[in-house]
C-alpha cells in the first residue's frame, strides 16, 4: 500500500515537472503575456479621462513599447537566478503597473502627473519580460533542435493572448466600460505566473524523442482551433447582439480549447521517460559564478577586453555577451528589427485612431484590433514551422525570411497611407500578420548565430530595437504629425486637447514615411542573408544540436562496451 502511494506520488512529480508539461504551461503562461496588445482598446479612455492629446498619449504608448522590449534586466537575472524567481517578479510588477493604472483612468486616486503614468505603463509592460525570458530560453533550451517551431508556438499565443482576454474580459465584466480590461490585465497574467512558477525549469533530457515534431504539430493544430475560433466569434460578435450568457459561453468555449494542449503534454509524460531536473540552488549559482570569474581572471592575464572582443568564434559557437553586442551581424538585426517591429507596433497603438479617422465606428474598430491579435498569431506559428521546414529541408537561410517579411510589411502599410473601401480590414491582416512573423525569425537568428550560452540576455538585448523604433516612429514622426493635421483640422483650439483628427490625411503622410523605411530595413536584411548564407549552408541543426544527447549516448556506449568486455571475460 505504501509503496503503491509512493508510486503515485512519483508519477505525479513526474508529471508535473515534465518538459511536456513545462510546454503547456508556457502556452498558459504566453496567452496571458500579450496585454501591451490591448493598449489601443482602452486608450481612449486614458485619452479622454486624463485629457491627453494624441502627441501625450503616444508619449505613453512608447513607454509601453520601451517596457515590453526593455528585457536586459530579467535578462541578467536569469543568468543567476532561478526561473520561479523571474515569473515572481513579473507578476508582482504585472499587478502593480496595471493596477496603478486603472486607480489612474477611474479616478480612484488623484490624476497623476506624465511621469508617473508612464512609470506605471513601463513597470506593467515590462512584466511581460520577465515571463517572456523564463519560459522561452527554458523551453528552448529543452528542446534545442525545434527551437524555432518551439519559438513560433509559444509567440503565437502571445499574438491570441489580445483576443482571449478580450472573451475573458467580456464574460466578465460585460461589453461596457473598456477600463475594467486594464483590471483584468493587472490580475489574471499575474495569478497565471504564479500557478505555472514551479512547473516552469529547465531540463536534462537523456534521450530526444522521435516523435518530438509531430508532438508539436499536434500542438500546432489546437492552436489554430482556438485561433479559427477566436477569429469566427469575433467576427460574430461584431454583427451580432450578444447577451452576458452569450459572452460567457464564448469565453467558456475559448478556454476549454485553451486547455486540450494539455491532453497532448500529459500523454506524452506518461510515454516518456523521466527527464532530469537542473535545480537551480542559490550556493550552485554562487560556485558558478565564482568559476565564471576566476575564469575570466585567467582569460584577462591572456589578452585585453578588446582584443577578446575583436576576437569573436565562429557563427553558431557561444559568443559573449560583448562580442556580441558589438558584431555587425547584431547591428543588421537591431536595425531590421527597429523599422520593422518599430512600424508595427505604431500600427498596433494607433489603431482605434486610425479607424476613428477614418470614420469607422469603434465596434468595427475593435475588430481591427482582434484580427491583429489572430493575424499576430498565424505570422508567428507560420513564420517559426515554415521557416524550419525550408531550412532543414532546402537550406533557405532564415534572415532572407526575414527580408520577404519586411518586404511585406511595407505593403500593408501602404494600406493605411493610401485607404480604399475596407483597406483596413486587409492592412490590419497584413500588418498583424507581419508583425507575429518578425519577431520569432529575430530570436532563432540570434539563438543561431551568437549561441545559446547568453541567450536569456542576447535576445533580450536585440528586442530593445523595437522600442526605439516606436519612440521614434510612433511618438515622433506619427504623434506629431497626427497632432499638426488635427491643429488645421480645429485651429489653434486643439492645442492641448483631446480633440480627435478625421479625413485620410491624418495618418497618410506618417505611413509613406514608415513604408519607406521598412523598405530599407528589409534592404538592410539582404546583407545580413549575404554575410550568413555559406553558415545556413552546412547541416545546421547538427551543428547546434544538444551536447547534451551527445554526452548521454558516450556515457551509453561506454556502458555498453564495459557491459560487453565483462561478458567475454565471464
Known amino acids: 500500500m505504501a509503496q503503491t502511494k509512493n508510486e503515485c506520488c512519483s508519477f505525479a512529480v513526474h508529471l508535473a ?171 489574471l497574467p499575474a495569478l497565471i505566473s504564479v500557478v505555472v512558477m514551479y512547473t516552469i525549469r529547465e531540463k536534462e533530457v537523456k534521450i530526444r524523442q522521435p516523435n518530438e515534431v509531430k508532438v508539436f504539430y499536434q500542438f500546432l493544430y489546437l492552436s489554430a482551433a482556438l485561433a479559427v475560433f477566436l477569429m469566427t466569434i469575433t467576427l460574430v460578435q461584431q454583427h451580432v447582439a450578444f447577451s452576458q450568457t452569450a459572452y460567457i459561453g464564448s469565453a467558456v468555449a475559448a478556454c476549454i480549447l485553451l486547455f486540450l494542449p494539455a491532453v497532448v503534454a500529459f500523454r506524452q509524460e506518461m510515454k516518456a521517460p523521466p527527464t ?65 517591429l518599430g512600424s508595427g507596433l505604431t500600427v498596433v497603438d494607433n489603431m482605434s485612431q486610425i479607424g476613428e479617422a477614418l470614420g469607422y465606428e469603434p465596434k468595427t474598430t475593435k475588430t481591427f ?62 500588418i498583424g500578420f507581419t508583425l507575429g512573423a518578425e519577431l520569432p525569425l529575430v530570436l532563432s537568428i540570434i539563438s543561431e548565430i551568437f549561441g545559446l550560452k547568453h541567450y536569456s540576455t542576447l535576445f533580450n538585448c536585440g528586442s530593445m530595437a523595437s522600442p526605439i523604433g516606436s519612440y521614434l516612429l510612433n511618438k515622433e514622426l506619427t504623434g506629431r504629425l497626427y497632432d499638426m493635421e488635427t491643429i488645421k483640422l480645429h485651429g489653434i483650439k486643439a492645442l492641448g486637447k483631446p480633440l480627435a483628427c478625421k479625413g485620410k490625411q491624418c495618418y497618410g503622410l506618417s505611413f509613406k514615411i514608415m513604408a519607406i523605411a521598412t523598405f530599407t530595413g528589409a534592404l538592410i536584411s539582404l546583407i545580413l542573408v549575404a554575410r550568413t548564407l555559406e553558415f545556413y549552408k552546412i547541416d545546421i541543426q547538427r551543428r547546434y544540436r544538444g551536447q547534451t544527447y551527445t554526452k548521454f549516448n558516450e556515457e551509453e556506449k561506454e556502458t555498453e562496451m564495459a557491459s560487453s568486455s565483462d561478458n567475454e571475460a565471464k
Open 17 to 187: 515537472s515534465g518538459r511536456w508539461t513545462s510546454v503547456f504551461a508556457s502556452f498558459l503562461l504566453m496567452a496571458g503575456a500579450g496585454a501591451t496588445y490591448l493598449f489601443t482598446v482602452y486608450s481612449n479612455d486614458i485619452k479622454r479621462n486624463l485629457e491627453y492629446n494624441q502627441s501625450t498619449l503616444n508619449t505613453l504608448s512608447s513607454w509601453k513599447d520601451i517596457g515590453t522590449s526593455a528585457g536586459i534586466l530579467s535578462g541578467l537575472v536569469a543568468e543567476v537566478t532561478p526561473t520561479w524567481f523571474l515569473l515572481a517578479i513579473g507578476s508582482v510588477t504585472n499587478f502593480l503597473g496595471y493596477f496603478m493604472i486603472w486607480l489612474a483612468v477611474t479616478r480612484r486616486i488623484r490624476k497623476p502627473e506624465l511621469w508617473h503614468m508612464c512609470a506605471y505603463m513601463f513597470i506593467g509592460a515590462n512584466s511581460q519580460n520577465f515571463a517572456n525570458t523564463g519560459s522561452l530560453v527554458t523551453c528552448v533550451k529543452n528542446f534545442q533542435e525545434s527551437r524555432s517551431i518551439m519559438l513560433g508556438l509559444l509567440k503565437g499565443y502571445v499574438g491570441l493572448s489580445g483576443s482571449i482576454l478580450t472573451q475573458i474580459y467580456l464574460a466578465i465584466y460585460g461589453d461596457g466600460d473598456s477600463t475594467s480590461l486594464i483590471l483584468l490585465t493587472a490580475w
Open 276 to 340: 532530469t531536473i537542473i535545480v537551480e540552488k542559490p550556493h550552485a549559482i554562487e560556485q558558478e559564478q565564482n568559476s565564471f570569474i576566476k575564469e575570466a581572471e585567467e582569460e584577462t592575464t591572456k589578452t585585453s577586453l578588446l582584443v577578446h572582443i575583436l576576437n569573436k568564434p565562429k557563427r553558431g559557437e557561444d559568443y559573449g555577451i560583448l562580442q556580441a553586442l558589438l558584431s555587425i551581424d547584431m547591428l543588421i538585426i537591431f536595425l531590421a528589427t527597429l523599422v520593422g
Open 369 to 430: 484590433i482582434s484580427l491583429i491579435s489572430i493575424w499576430n498569431y498565424a505570422g508567428r506559428v507560420f513564420s517559426g514551422f515554415l521557416s524550419e521546414t525550408l531550412l532543414m529541408k532546402y537550406k533557405v537561410p532564415r534572415p532572407l525570411m526575414l527580408s520577404a517579411v519586411l518586404f511585406l510589411a511595407c505593403i500593408g502599410q501602404l494600406l493605411i497611407a493610401f485607404p480604399f473601401q475596407n483597406s483596413i480590414f486587409l492592412a490590419s491582416l497584413v
